[in-house]
């Protein structure tokens, strides 16, 4: 199944493959300024730049999300009103849940002398995760790792279909609408769409541990992180 479901995003995303190779090419620049200038917005130029570099990611994404809930058969055309008013909200509705994520994760993991972010960054930056197995008490590692884990899974589960709806209606309280949320993963199946998750959480594992360990040649990493 995760195997036809990558061909599908495949054939999706090549339909038009000359179109495909530009978008790459323009989210990947817009991808290596972003992280040119940190990952962390502040009130400076460079934190505006990542701010706007953030929400055209967004942005495009959740075209292409409205895309596939319309049955679309290829990638989206450069739509910068859509990208633009998209990106906004979708950016806000990150902030929301990973807030509360942060919040959580600090509650958690401050007590066991991690910081609360650390395991996002673990995902993708590997080398941080072997030094904390060293410089930490073994049984508070494996506390962080399983409510970290714990975290991070359900922040992404329902997340997602929050975003998924914001697509949908273009209305930004709809990504926050938990009882409608929960309606709708009733719609798609509880069993299916935790499958499907988990699948999304393993690419990220391992797109992050290419990105860390397999790709020697440092400007590839923008193509695989967009």
């Not at 040119?36 to 495009?60: H, K, W």
Request: aromatic share 18%; with cysteine; charged share 15%.
């Amino acid at each position: 199944m995760p195997v036809f479901k990558l061909k599908k995003v495949w054939e999706y995303c090549t339909y038009n493959k000359a179109f495909f190779v530009f978008v790459l090419i323009l989210f990947a620049i817009i991808n290596f300024i972003e992280n040119a200038y940190g990952y962390y917005v502040d009130f400076t130029t460079s934190g505006l730049i990542v701010l706007i570099c953030t929400i055209l990611l967004n942005g495009y994404g959740m075209t292409i999300t409205r895309d596939r809930a319309n049955q679309g058969y290829r990638l989206p055309k450069l739509l910068p009103r859509d990208i633009l008013i998209l990106g906004i909200k979708s950016t806000i509705v990150f902030i929301v849940y990973l807030t509360i994520q942060g919040n959580v994760l600090d509650f958690v993991c401050s007590p066991l002398g991690f910081p609360p972010f650390d395991l996002e960054d673990m995902l993708f930056n590997f080398d941080e995760t072997i030094r904390m197995l060293y410089v930490h008490n073994a049984i508070n590692t494996l506390k962080f790792l399983i409510f970290g884990s714990i975290s991070f899974y359900v922040t992404l589960f329902f997340m997602e279909i929050g975003l998924a709806r914001l697509a949908d209606t273009g209305r930004l309280l709809t990504a926050f609408n938990i009882v409608a949320i929960f309606k709708d993963i009733n719609i798609v199946g509880w069993r299916y769409y935790a499958r499907d998750c988990t699948t999304i959480m393993v690419a990220i594992v391992i797109l992050g541990l290419l990105d860390s360990f397999f790709i020697p040649i440092s400007f590839i990493e923008y193509f695989v992180d967009v």
